[in-house]
């Protein structure tokens, strides 16, 4: 499966980078050489996507957590970013939706269709569909 492994390429022990002609795996680790069936990947590269905490990812990016305490994604702007930090866009690269410099998440169309109807049984800062109007409990 693996056509070439190097083993320890970055100073510090503990780190294995793995090539073939189809896939690049990139581990680090604190302690130890083996690599245990690909069961711990921090990264892989193969011919579906890029995988974070998978060996098999199944689309283009799969962030995969470990034990839920973890941030999965974090995208950090610079100072003065005016870029938007996140776009969504559609094949013809209208943005539908973006996150824009200062936190803020703007999109095209909104569908309420799957929100709650009343804000029966609904916590405090859950959001419902009142005919069409978006309300916070």
Known sequence: QWGLQAKNLISGGGTTLMLSSKNIAFKARSSGDSFTGLTEVDLIINNVGVGVGT??????LEVVGND?????MTAKSISGQTANMQEWTNSSNFVM???????KIQA???NFSGLPTSSAGLS??????DSGTLKIV
């Not at 939706?97 to 936190?103: N, Q, T, Y």
């Not at 405090?124 to 569909?129: I, K």
């Open 55 to 60: 060996k098999s990812p199944t689309s283009k």
């Open 68 to 72: 839920g305490t973890q941030v999965l």
């Open 97 to 103: 939706a973006h996150i824009d410099p200062s936190g």
């Open 108 to 110: 095209s169309a909104i």
């Open 124 to 129: 405090a800062g859950d959001v419902w569909n």
